[in-house]
């Protein structure tokens, strides 16, 4: 993504969700809980976002490192491979449990289709 994408999308989170809530809460004389509620929330959407970018930059640029070889770098590739490969599915690179409640879950290929190999690399032919 460019480089202001991150920004766009932490406000927009904000505006739409924790944001509205904190005002409400301030009003009724919670003002440490609002802080807070506000504060929590931008570094969650903050090094959640962090974390998507930095995940994704590894899936696309893999090293032999240790995170290429765990098992959760492993299952989050298959699941951002089948993303390039049915574009309509497995949005989510870092929590996939969206994918699965919106029905846009994929966990194997439909059909076959050419498949870079490497360690990092599952397969996810069907």
Known sequence: MAWWNGPVI???GMLLGPLPIAIWVYEFGYQTEAILLCTVSFLTFSCYF???EYLHWRMHAPRDGWLEGT???KKLNAH???HHRHMGSNFNT???LADWVLG???V???RPFMQVRG???PDVQP
Do not use: D, E, G, M
Request: hydrophobic share 65%; glycine share 0%.
């Open 10 to 12: 932490i406000i927009v």
């Open 50 to 52: 962090a974390l998507y």
């Open 71 to 73: 098992w959760v770098f």
């Open 80 to 82: 951002h491979i089948l």
């Open 94 to 96: 870092v929590v996939p």
């Open 104 to 106: 846009t879950l994929l």
């Open 108 to 110: 194997r290929a439909k």
């Open 119 to 121: 360690t990092s690399i």
